[in-house]
């Protein structure tokens, strides 16, 4: 055992790998090369198109104790990991390792799998109930969860190595061309496909949409695809949207959002050239909308907006206020027709948008993002992956990257969710560490991380509601009470893993 | 309680809702409205009663006015409203079906009395009438006069058209007459003139018209029923740049008056006095209130010309 920086006791091994306790977010830098995948040569006339799900499986060789991935665009409307699974369990085959980009509650299908030891570890984000067993101790099977940069840094330095990635591909040719453009289930950007196509060893791409060679414009490559499989469905587009894309209008979210922009007025980045990442949450795009007046008002033109693509931002993108979107993921439909018909709106992979060990991700050119949080503590480190009950229930996705890469990292969150206060002495996990969050708004108020006493001072001079975090978290407490604190069994159930591959937490069992 | 009180936006909060009350503090409107009346159903009466007196006796670090708008006068729960927020100290009393002048000196009595009781300053609870029938338009005159408490008047569109037997409309030309009246009994009495809410939550653009309206007759406030409407209304009443301006100079001249030992000075060729100087200050304390002065003029310099 060891502690992290952030006093977090992490065990020296976990699942068999020895760990790197987190130290902070800068320093760390492997020595490895990338990772090789075979070399390949298939004859000219070779045929790619398999007759089912099936046929991909026995053909790319999967053994038991191997690992799959999937891509996570479709999100809750995704049918290939359950189909995946289905086949392999069909095959008898056993001890799977799933690393895909993110699992979300339409995968809840899969728990009996894991229950008959189909699968027996995760590594990947993991939204809702499988988390939430986990958590409980009801389902054994480790997890890691990575952030979306983690992710692909995993996946490049060979740390996880994918022996077959079965990769939903919305329009395909019969050669394994494909994009995500087009077709019933068009889901836009394939930017964490595309990682796992450059470095699994064998490639399955399935389609509902099997169109005549070639399928242009091509997002991945013939040359990296080894198997076609039509299927009669690969998921359900309109699941890709989740209420959470409009702009809130609960008075609470609307001055939290006012309060957002304030500081990011204040911050002097809001100029020619900015560049601002944004989630999907009610209040994230209540703050962008804030952005978009100041922006207006102020006649300046940004120059990308980042991350998760959304309806909202692309009206800004036409409005000629971001010169280009780079698109890792289309959070809604407006984003996926964009994406198909707009040279500005341009597709990248999880590595450009975020990987900490390449020649520059996208996220350290941002000046400014949005992060949502579901507990903050006095120290400014944010978890978005447990619930207060210590449950599993959220992906990381690109929270700590951002945080990381962005000048300016600024968490919006109601100080108050049901009867839990946000900010609290101590978060149930850490995903994001204090040292790259730069200020936290609440409707409450204004924390300012003290590592940055101009901004604070400018917020101050402007007349800003701003507020010590342990003043906000006292205020907040008087209405809420203190939190008792959850109690853990001692067995480690998950990691949560920093973008650079250290931990910065883990998940213990919840004493029911 | 200051001789100018901004009261640009009055919102009026829902005493059965405890999340609202709770977010009281938050609101940046220069007023709360703290309902007993419409927004409660009858069988929650006492229910809310009690949550509005703990709220009140919580929340003592108070960033803007609380007003609670009793039950009417004549109800049975009146003046168990009064006896349960009274001792708890809000800043005043929102009358409703403020009919007569008789009313508001039957509140004011009974104000006095709680005063005497709690042993506070008489007057200390402020009266904001509530006009909201065919009567109490006729009235307004001597509604206003009525109490040196009466602070304002309030116009009460929806109750106003109920007792007109009409529908109100989105142009709201059927308001006309009685949004006058009042606030003629309202400026001859020298007090506020607090314009009706606007019901559609989702057309700014509307409420943003009937603001500019209201502003332009010479309301100086609007009351509200949704947060989200307190921006519109905040940026109607903001001053602009050029009166900001010229109350600046004006302030500027009636200094260097003083130091000379005068109450009047010429600006621009103009005669600078009292209500030009008190006019000015009040220009200013919205502009404060709008971030468009970094100081608020303190009442020495107001006085200074009187």
């Not at chain 1, 957002?260 to 209540?286: H, M, N, P, R, W």
């Not at chain 2, 106003?160 to 409309?169: H, K, L, N, P, V």
């Not at chain 2, 409420?207 to 309206?213: I, M, V, Y």
Request: charge should be negative.
């Amino acid at each position: 055992m060891a502690l992290n920086s952030l006093g977090r006791t992490i065990p020296d091994s976990f699942a068999g790998s020895k760990l790197i306790p987190y130290q902070d977010p800068w320093s760390l830098m492997p020595h490895t090369l990338r990772a090789t995948r075979p070399t390949k040569r298939i004859p000219h006339n070779d045929r790619k198109v398999l007759s089912g799900i099936r046929e991909a499986i026995i053909a790319s060789g999967l053994k038991d104790g191997m690992t799959i991935s999937t891509h996570h665009s479709l999100r809750n409307g995704d049918y290939v990991l359950n189909q995946v699974i289905r086949e392999i369990d069909a095959l008898g085959i056993r001890d799977i390792r799933i690393a895909s980009s993110s699992i979300h509650p339409v995968h809840a299908e899969i728990i009996p799998a894991i229950r008959k030891g189909v699968i027996t570890s995760l590594e990947c984000g993991v939204n809702g109930l499988i988390g939430e067993l986990i958590s409980k101790g009801e389902l054994s099977c480790p997890v890691i969860v990575r952030s979306h940069g983690g992710r692909a840094r995993a996946l490049i330095t060979g740390e996880v190595g994918v022996d077959v990635a079965f990769l939903a591909a919305p329009c395909c040719d019969d050669y394994g061309n494909f994009n995500g453009f087009s077709g019933p289930s068009a889901c836009g950007s394939l930017g964490y496909a595309m990682v796992d196509a450059q470095h699994a060893r064998t490639v399955v791409a399935l389609t509902d949409n099997l169109v005549p060679y070639p399928a242009v414009p091509v997002g991945i490559s013939q040359s990296v695809v080894d198997y076609v499989v039509a299927v009669e469905s690969i998921g359900d587009p309109a699941k890709i949207v989740s209420t959470t894309t409009r702009i809130t209008t609960d008075p609470i979210g609307l001055q939290i959002a006012k309060h957002a922009a304030q500081v990011i007025e204040s911050s002097g980045l809001l100029k020619d050239g900015f560049s601002f990442q944004t989630g999907t949450g009610g209040i994230s795009l209540a703050v962008a909308e804030q952005v978009r007046g100041l922006m207006r008002r102020g006649n300046i033109r940004g120059s990308f907006g980042c991350g998760g693509i959304t309806g909202h931002f692309v009206d800004m993108l036409e409005e000629g206020l971001f010169q280009a979107l780079f698109d890792v993921q289309c959070f809604d439909l407006k984003a996926v027709e964009s994406i198909a018909r707009n040279r500005n709106h341009q597709e990248i992979s999880a590595t450009m948008y975020a990987n900490p060990f390449n020649s520059g991700a996208v996220v350290n050119r941002l000046d400014c993002v949005i992060l949502s949080a579901t507990e903050v503590d006095v120290d400014f480190n944010v978890n978005v992956n447990t619930e207060s009950n210590g449950y599993l229930l959220h992906n990381t996705g690109g929270h700590s990257d951002t945080a990381a890469g962005a000048k300016l990292s600024i968490i919006v969150a109601p100080s108050i969710r049901g009867r839990l206060p946000i900010i609290r002495d101590e978060v149930t996990t850490i995903t994001t560490p204090g040292e790259t969050v730069d200020v936290v708004v609440t409707e409450r108020g204004i924390a300012v991380n003290p590592r940055h006493p101009e901004l604070k001072a400018e917020l101050l001079r402007r007349r800003a509601p701003v507020k010590e975090i342990r003043e906000l978290r006292d205020e907040i407490y008087e209405l809420t009470g203190v939190p008792r604190p959850l109690e853990f069994e001692d067995d480690v159930v998950g990691l949560v893993e920093y973008r650079d591959g250290s931990i910065i937490d883990v998940i213990r069992r919840v004493k029911e | 309680m200051p001789e100018f009180q901004l009261r640009r936006s009055l919102l009026y909060v829902p005493g059965n809702m405890p999340s609202m009350l709770q977010n009281v503090p938050l609101f940046t409107c220069d007023a709360v409205i703290i309902d007993l009346e419409d927004a409660v159903p009858l069988n929650e009466k006492d229910a809310a009663r009690i949550l509005v007196k703990r709220f009140l006796e919580s929340h003592t670090r108070r960033n803007k006015e609380i007003l609670v708008r009793i039950n009417p006068l004549d109800s049975k729960w009146a003046y168990h409203d009064l006896k349960a927020v009274l001792p708890f100290l809000p800043d005043g009393i929102r009358l409703p079906k403020a009919d007569t002048p008789e009313i508001v000196e039957h509140l004011d009595t009974m104000l006095t009395e709680f005063e005497e009781e709690l042993g506070l300053e008489i007057g200390r609870f402020r009266i904001l009438p509530s006009i909201e029938s065919a009567q109490g338009v006729i009235n307004a005159n001597d509604i206003a006069r009525t109490s040196k408490r009466v602070f304002g008047l309030g116009f009460g569109a929806e109750d106003y058209t109920a007792s007109m037997e009409i529908e109100r409309t989105k142009g709201g030309e059927e308001l006309f007459n009685a949004r006058m009246t009042i606030l003629w009994a309202a400026k001859a009495a020298g007090i506020q003139a607090i314009d009706t809410i606007f019901a559609d939550l989702n057309d700014m653009e509307g409420l943003r018209r009937e603001t500019e309206l209201a502003k332009k007759l010479g309301y100086t406030g609007k009351c509200m029923v949704n947060p989200r409407q307190i921006d519109v209304i905040h940026d109607v009443f903001a001053p602009k740049q050029e009166e900001v301006d010229y109350a600046l100079q004006v302030i500027d001249a009636i200094k260097r008056a003083r130091t000379m030992g005068t109450g009047v000075i010429s600006l621009k060729g103009k005669m600078i006095d009292a209500p030009v100087v008190k006019r000015a200050a009040r220009v200013l304390r919205t502009a404060f209130a709008h971030g468009l002065v970094d100081e608020i003029i303190h009442e020495e310099d107001i006085h200074g010309a009187e």
